[in-house]
């Protein structure tokens, strides 16, 4: 039923900005909170951020500052714009809706290395 299409990621410089994508299908846009999700290699999956249903946001300490998540209801896409990257933030990078929780998608891969 839901499917979950995650693109933009790239291999980057420290510093460098990265914006992923991620197209939904299905019931999990509009009433539900949607978040990314990364698994760096050898690492548990762990949550980034996420925005719900009227806009509010939550961010990781980690990424506050930098990372900037935001929603296009009307296009069922979610955003993550990725700011003053860093070599930790190097992850395969996910989206999903928490609280109703879909089949996960292949994710997209982020790179920051020099």
């Known amino acids: 039923q839901v499917q979950l299409v995650e693109s933009g990621g790239y291999l980057v410089q420290p510093g460098g900005s990265l914006r992923l994508s991620c197209a939904a299908s299905?019931?999990?846009?509009?009433?539900?909170?949607m978040a990314w999700y990364r698994q760096a290699p050898g690492k548990q999956r762990e949550l980034v951020a996420t925005?719900?249903?009227?806009?509010?946001?939550y961010y990781i300490d980690s990424v506050k500052g930098r990372f900037t998540i935001s929603r296009d209801n009307a296009k069922n896409t979610l955003y993550l714009q990725m700011n003053s990257l860093k070599v930790e933030d190097t992850a395969v990078y996910y989206c999903?809706?928490?609280?109703?929780?879909?089949?996960w998608g292949q994710g997209t891969q982020v790179i920051v290395s020099s």
């Open positions: 925005i719900g249903s009227s806009g509010n946001t």
């Open positions: 999903n809706a928490p609280y109703h929780m879909g089949l």
């Open positions: 299905g019931s999990i846009f509009s009433h539900n909170t």
